[in-house]
């Protein structure tokens, strides 16, 4: 059965895939090794580092608990960030529709005002 979206669940969605496509192009570039993405990799995970992180990651290594702490927080970070650029484009996105409509309005006034004399 399909379901209807909200426009706020559709905009979740869009927001969800650009991440995803985001993320892995990022991926992708990391694997390849480009300096770019492995700077913002770097960039990235350095902000997400907080202090109190960062000392669970050594108490974690030094008493070999935790696993994969630093992978985790990496890829968090990675996801945070790709999220907030799909946020971002999806604004862009939205904000460039209601101009547009916008100048769509302004354009009818003005031709109604200019021809609706001369259509009567």
Do not use: Y
């Given at each position: ?63 070999g608990?935790?696993g ?5 927080l990496?890829a ?38 200019l ?6």
């Open positions: 059965m399909s379901k209807t979206l909200t426009p706020e669940e559709a905009r979740d969605a869009e927001i969800s895939e650009i991440g995803a496509t985001l993320l892995g192009a990022w991926r992708e570039k990391l694997l390849a090794g480009d300096t770019r993405a492995i700077s913002d990799l770097h960039n990235c995970v350095l902000d997400a580092l907080s202090v109190d992180a960062s000392k669970q990651l050594f108490i974690d290594a030094a008493t608990q935790g994969n702490g630093f992978n985790a990496a968090k970070a990675m996801a945070d960030a790709c999220e907030i650029d799909a946020i971002k484009q999806v604004e862009r996105k939205e904000a460039r529709r209601k101009e547009s409509e916008r100048e769509a309005r302004i354009e009818r006034r003005v031709f109604d005002r021809f609706a004399g001369a259509m009567a």
